[in-house]
Nanobody
Framework: QVQLVESGGGLVQAGGSLRLSCAASGFTFSTRTMGWFRQGPGKEREFVAAIRWSDDSTYYADSVKGRFTISRDNAKNTVYLQMNSLNPEDTAVYYC???????????????????WGQGTQVTVSS
């Protein structure tokens, strides 16, 4: 049974930091590109960051580049999202996702991600 369980969300003031975690099980974690997406109030779900399965290369949306860092620990089947310098526009439900096996491109496309977590709420107050 595939599971992706996010944690670490919460309420933080603008300028603050949070670290999200996503624990995965039920599939071969090391062969999947892992991603984070978010969905703000009244908005479409959007790409935030991804980390490639083969070499840990990372990819970011322009809106978070330089502030967010994605990382993974294959020994723990866990992916992380360190979020710094948060602002109210970062308020959203954050979703962890696992790609189809051996994904080699288009890391920002939702359709390339097969498994999704339930999401964790991040609220940034001004």
């Amino acid at each position: 049974q595939v599971q992706l369980v996010e944690s670490g969300g919460g309420l933080v003031q603008a300028g603050g930091s949070l670290r999200l975690s996503c624990a995965a099980s039920g599939f071969t974690f090391s062969t999947r590109t892992m991603g984070w997406f978010r969905q703000g109030p009244g908005k479409e779900r959007e790409f935030v960051a991804a980390i490639r399965w083969s070499d840990d290369s990372t990819y970011y949306a322009d809106s978070v580049k330089g502030r967010f860092t994605i990382s993974r620990d294959n020994a723990k089947n866990t992916v992380y999202l360190q979020m710094n310098s948060l602002n109210p526009e970062d308020t959203a439900v954050y979703y962890c996702a696992a790609s189809k096996p051996a994904l080699s491109g288009s890391y920002d496309l939702r359709n390339n991600f097969y498994y999704w977590g339930q999401g964790t709420q991040v609220t940034v107050s001004s």
